[in-house]
Each structure stands twice: as C-alpha cells, then as structure tokens.
C-alpha cells in the first residue's frame, strides 16, 4: 500500500473511533509498526492527527458514544432466579486460591454472592463486581483499565499493552448477547475487541447464560462454540440445543430454573 493510501485509512480509523493504535493500523494496512509509526508523525507534523504514545487520535473528539446494548440497570432485573442459579452453579467450579476472570455482565455479577465465602484472585472489567467482593469478602480483585462505559458498567481498553496481557485465569466467565451454531454473539466491536484479549489469558472459558439466549442472535461472533468449554445455564433449553452444543463438544450444565424471559441484549 503506498503512503497516500495509507494516510486515508490511518485518517479514516482516526475519525471513526477516535483513538487507534499501532498495532490496529498495521492490520488496517499491512505496514510494519516502523512504517506506521513514521506515518503517525508525518501526519502528525501535518496536523491531520494527534500523537499519542501506542497510537494516533483524532484532533477533534466526536460526542462520546456508549455501547450498543441494554443498561445493565435493566438487564439485572431480568430472569433474576435463573441467574443467581446459574452463577451457583459457576463459583462451585472453583477452587480457593484460583486466579479467575470474571467479565461483566448481570448473570455474572450474581456470582458475587457465593463468592463472599470465597478466597479467590478475580481480575474483572466490571465495576459493580470489583465494588461488591472488596467491600464484601476476602477475594483478591484486580480491575482492568480504560474507558469507563456508565450504562453498561464496565472498562474496556482500546490498547493492547493493558494490564490485561499480565493475569492468567484458570477460568473465564462470561455471559452472552446470543448464542447459536456460529458461536457466541455480541453486539458491539469495542466489546469483542475487549473480551478477546480476556478470552487469550484463560486455559477455560465458561459461559454463563439462561436459556433465552439461545433464541437471540446478533452481527458480531466473538468466539466458535469449539473454543466453549463448558456452557451453565437453565432448564429452559431445548434438546436441538443441547444436541448442537454436544456436537461441538462443549460441556453442558443445566440448573433448575422456571421459563427464561425474552432478552434482546442481556449478559
């Protein structure tokens, strides 16, 4: 790709999101760090961006945009028994002293209750999460940094040198906008971006989600349902299902639970 050409996608990503680093200009274009680094200062000199240490940003911010989906506010008063089931079900796979991850979401956040008898190291990006085990119980808690998104109650980082690439989890836990043949779902970029580094620094990935989701679908497919270890949910699911999960050879826990609501973007 010749320079010209890739000042107008350097631009381009700038004016879209804002922010971007390094290491996403090289995907965009192809270019060594070396080349877009040069780039980066070269626009910089010409006023068309501003540098910043690990990437470039736009000179003018556009008004702050949330994440697509549902407030958590409203999430966590849906399927409410199925979730503290489901999230029961999860903090007995644990075992003291675990490193896990916890990634935000209103299923997940019920695991904080049987967590109170804990003693576990929890890295998560949920503010509720963090706040509810320190001032609660005995587990470790490391919070990850970056952007603090208000609705969804969470931080997410557009940097890949974050404190992220620093904890290992024996597990992961997450819930899920949908799930379906293609894998797990969710509805926004910023979100995937985030949970993929998370999903790299966990040997297990479970997922906690009632049986609703199973109906919902979305654009986006973070993850293939192979790299699914285990799936916890209620006994709202059906046998076509659970024959799909079988199939991909993910490990199926089902807790009793009445019929899932419908959710279009709960986690």
Known sequence: MHEKDRHRVILSAVQDRSLVTVTDLCALTGASEATIRRDINTMDEQKQLRRVRGGAEALTTKPFVGLAGRPFS???????????????????????????IINGGTTTFQMVHPLASRRMQVFTNSFPIAEHLLKNTQNTVMLSGGIIYREQNIVLSPFENDVTRNFYAKRMFMGAQGIGPLGLMEQDPLLIQA???????????????????FENRSSLVLCPLERIDTIITDDGVDDRTAAMLEA????LIVVPGGPAQKEGVAS
């Open 248 to 251: 991909a050879d993910v490990s």
């Open 74 to 100: 409203v999430n966590e008063t849906l399927n409410i028994a199925e979730k503290q089931a489901i999230a029961a079900a999860a903090v007995e796979m644990c075992d003291d002293g675990e490193p896990i």
């Open 195 to 213: 949970e993929h580094k998370l999903i790299g620094q966990a040997e297990e990935l479970i997922v906690l989600v009632d049986s609703s989701k």
